[in-house]
């Protein structure tokens, strides 16, 4: 892809008129794509943070056999809580502030479609958030009934803070919907003269397929929040056999929208990795059409694999059959990719940043967590690995080192562009190296333990485990640590550094990089000319 | 090409959207912990509920008197004018999943949950170790615990709101034809008619859900016949009274002299809107009561 801009220097001045405003107003105002980037991924790694310390109790309590630390209640919201935080915290407004700062400038769009709603749906977030999180502290406690809330738990199980989740995982979703609905008019209205479709960028790309699936899923997890809702306080008994509901039918629904959350929890990654690998390789992608029709058949395919969940529910023989080779199907389209980056780096000059690092990281790690996700989607093989903590390795090595390993990847990528200073580069190696190797000691030997037997969401577990569980607990701690270096990292790159160039990777391609560094408040005023 | 692109309009800093973020905060809280005391008692949760949707109403008010000032000083371009009809299509998209979720349960419950506690399937057993009295029937008049109800017939009220509903379509689409040719009385006229038949639409489903309630014994606890029922057809009326609301405001916006013939992105929005409005209402017509 070959990209020029004939008024690069031009749009340094048209923004004098322009500039941003000052104090904390500036932050809860704006409407600048740039601002709200920054907004969403610093509000992402406060929740990486709050939901990591989670975590951290959570393998404390996990140290020792036998209840240590906190109350198996206690320790029940903790899982909870901490899945909510990092899938909907974290993760997700994650992508949504990388969208919002790149997308733009990688369009050559003057800012995103609709800038206002883009404010709203940045600023209902901290709220959702702050309901979910103050339910810790009421009586009766937070929602302890797992990230996926199934019914009875949710409905007749549940502490009375449930109305509060309920009304919290709503405005998450509508935060989702407007910030998808933005990020769709943005790319298909906005893009400048020439970029067309298949010169975009794969993130622009992936996430152009993420916004879809946003758009489609969480209206269903609104509908099915509701529902719990009314079963729990307005008499209804959709997930109650007694009035001809079905618990199972809760399941069915979640995961008509949870299925495809994953991958819209993943097909952001694919587009940062597509954008790092090639730059650090100097070869341009191999094989960019593939990558775009393997995204969008993975996308489809995440519609019509939702039961793999459910393997163990007691459906009909065929139903299991129809999800488990749907779900093998998934394996094709992602082979494709994990080819093409691998190819792209064949005989390329390649060099090691940190971003790049993160990359090859997330190349191999995401690997064996797709793999170990097709062991899951054999279905008699699911019936013994179903609810142990080979699935809770299994989802952790796609999401911590597959998707926030892209987003750390992103970061150090584009840090320079968003900052104006290279960040330090022998500190973001030392946090890769720190990271890497405690991460598999984190997740690795949750394999070996699902294998055993050990089941997950349980404060208490046979001695038999113990040895493997003091490791992985280390692990954790040495995990949760490591990304204090990361923080360190970004608010010395933030307060000076070296210069950054306009484009200080030699291989990077994209139109971000024809702007200075930090880049200008308002992107392309006027459009440039793709050719 | 170049015209095609000049002068995207970016708004400076705006209060609405905090505004609305506070809004939404205090309804969230307040109806969570509104929905709690209704249940364990405790008393003012209300007030923030109020509060926040009082907010909500300010700020909808005076983002859309910011918008409608903008549009009208000719601020917005014809890309800017594609960017709100593509926002509204995948905002009626995102709709169309959320009854879809409710349909799905419909389907759901009606096809496998309660056939499957008759016996059907291999859940002979369920059937024989659980309720063994318990007909699995569609409509669910009696639930396996015993809850018993009535299931509402698709002729009378129903049929007359699908009449109301399916004419207001026409009689939307007639207005917008009207604009289109600058027939302003037109325009009034037919929004007008449309305006009350949505409204006749809403009063004869509070008279269904009266009857229900007190003469049928149909009610949002019987069972998840009465869920289905009341959540499909209750989300349904909550779309046609913030659709007759949109169209309330056009019609006034239509007596102040605005919408252009090629520039009237609100009229279409909330045209289409009730377009979506009204085919839900066919889909709940034809699966909720007749079939």
Redesign the interface.
């Known amino acids: 892809m070959t990209t020029t801009t004939h008024d690069t220097h031009h749009d340094a001045h048209d923004d004098h008129h322009?500039g941003p405003?000052k104090g904390i107003?500036?932050w809860?105002?704006?409407?600048n794509h740039k601002d709200i980037g920054t907004l969403y991924l610093w509000f992402s790694f406060i929740m990486f943070l709050i939901g990591g310390a989670m975590a951290m109790v959570i393998r404390a309590e996990l140290f020792q056999p036998g209840l240590q630390l906190v109350e198996p209640n206690f320790f029940n919201q903790m899982t909870t809580v901490h899945g909510l935080v990092m899938v909907f915290g974290a993760v997700m407004p994650a992508f949504t502030g990388l969208a919002n700062w790149l997308i733009p400038m990688m369009i050559g769009?003057?800012?995103m479609?609709?800038?206002?709603?883009n404010?709203?749906s940045f600023?209902?977030l901290p709220?959702?958030f702050?309901?979910l999180l103050s339910s810790l502290f009421m009586e009766g406690g937070a929602p302890n009934f797992g990230w996926t809330f199934y019914a009875p738990l949710s409905t007749t199980y549940s502490p009375?803070?449930t109305?509060?989740?309920?009304?919290?995982v709503?405005?998450m979703g509508?935060s989702s919907?407007m910030g998808?609905?933005?990020v769709?008019?943005t790319i298909?209205?906005?893009r400048?003269?020439g970029m067309t479709w298949m010169k975009l960028p794969l993130f622009v790309w992936t996430w152009l397929i993420t916004a879809f699936l946003l758009?489609?899923?969480?209206?269903?997890l609104?509908?099915?929040v509701?529902?719990v809702?009314?079963d729990k306080?307005?008499?209804?008994?959709?997930f109650d056999?007694?009035?001809?509901?079905?618990p199972?039918?809760f399941q069915?629904?979640f995961w008509?929208f949870g299925h495809p959350e994953v991958y819209i929890m993943i097909l952001p990654s694919f587009g940062i990795i597509s954008a790092i690998v090639p730059a650090f390789a100097r070869k341009p992608l191999f094989g960019y059409a593939s990558m775009v029709y393997a995204t969008a058949s993975i996308a489809i395919l995440s519609f019509l694999v939702w039961a793999h969940h459910m393997f163990t529910t007691g459906m009909?023989v065929f139903a299991e059959l129809f999800f488990m080779y749907c779900t093998m199907l998934i394996a094709v389209p992602t082979g494709v990719k994990v080819f093409n980056w691998v190819a792209t780096m064949w005989r390329g000059s390649m060099t090691f940043e940190t971003p790049m690092l993160f990359a090859v990281a997330f190349i191999i790690l995401f690997t064996i967590g797709g793999f170990s996700g097709l062991m899951l989607a054999i279905t008699p093989v699911d019936f013994q690995y179903h609810d142990t903590y080979f699935v809770v390795a299994h989802f952790h090595y796609v999401l911590v080192t597959g998707a926030i390993f892209s987003i750390m990847g992103a970061a150090y990528y584009w840090l320079p562009k968003w900052t104006g200073h290279m960040y330090d580069e022998k500190l973001g190696k030392l946090h890769f190296w720190c990271s890497v190797i405690s991460v598999n000691v984190l997740f690795f030997p949750m394999h070996f333990l699902g294998l055993a037997g050990m089941p997950r969401r349980i404060p208490d577990y046979a001695v038999q485990f113990a040895d493997v569980n003091q490791i992985v607990s280390i692990g954790g701690f040495a995990f949760g640590l490591s990304q204090l270096i990361f923080l360190a990292v970004v608010i010395k790159c933030i307060r000076g550094g070296a210069k950054a160039p306009a484009k200080p990777w030699e291989g990077a391609e994209g139109l971000e990089w024809t702007l200075p560094s930090p880049a200008p408040y308002?992107s392309f005023t006027?459009?440039p000319e793709v050719k | 090409m170049t015209s095609k692109h000049q002068n995207y309009y970016v708004p400076s800093q705006s209060g609405w959207p905090i505004m609305g973020a506070i809004g939404l905060f205090l309804i969230a809280y307040g109806a969570g912990n509104f929905v709690h005391q209704m249940k364990s008692g405790g008393s003012g949760a209300g007030y923030i509920l109020l509060a926040g949707i009082a907010v909500i109403l300010f700020m909808l008010v005076g983002w859309f008197r910011n918008v409608i000032d903008e549009s009208m000083s000719g601020l917005y371009s014809s890309q800017m004018d594609r960017s709100f009809r593509q926002g509204m299509s995948w905002f009626i998209f995102s709709e169309v999943m959320f009854f879809a979720a409710f349909f799905g349960a419909l389907f759901y419950a009606r096809m496998v949950a309660v056939p499957w506690l008759g016996g059907a399937s291999n859940n002979a057993m369920t059937h024989e170790v659980l309720w063994p009295t318990f007909e699995a029937i569609w409509p669910l008049e009696t639930t396996p615990d015993g809850t018993k109800t009535q299931a509402m017939g698709w002729y009378g009220l129903p049929l007359i709101n699908t009449i109301l509903l399916l004419t207001s379509s026409f009689t939307l689409h007639f207005a917008h034809l009207a604009l289109e040719k600058g027939n302003r009385g037109a325009l009034k006229l037919w929004l007008g008619v449309t305006i009350l038949l949505g409204l006749s639409f809403l009063g004869l489903q509070a008279e269904e859900y009266i009857h229900a309630y007190t003469e049928m014994g149909l009610t949002l606890a019987s069972g998840v016949y009465g869920n289905t029922f009341f959540l499909l057809t209750g989300f349904h009326g909550l779309h046609v009274t913030l659709g007759s609301i949109f169209l309330i405001v056009l019609f006034f916006r239509v007596l102040k002299g605005h919408f252009s013939i090629d520039n009237h992105f609100a009229f279409q929005a909330g045209s289409w809107y009730w377009h979506f409005v009204d085919v839900v209402w066919l889909c709940l017509f034809v699966f909720v009561y007749v079939l």
Do not use: C, K, Q
Not at chain 1, 163 to 168: D, E, H, I, P
Not at chain 1, 215 to 220: E, K, S, T
């Open positions: 322009h405003a107003m500036r809860v105002l704006t409407t769009a003057p800012d479609a609709l800038p206002r709603m404010n709203w600023w209902i709220f959702a702050l309901i009375d803070s109305a509060l989740f309920v009304f919290s709503h405005i509508m919907i998808a609905i933005n769709i008019v298909v209205n906005l400048a003269p758009i489609a899923v969480m209206p269903v609104a509908g099915t509701t529902m809702l009314t306080y307005f008499g209804t008994s959709f056999a007694a009035g001809g509901g079905d199972v039918m069915h629904i008509f009909p308002h006027t459009p």
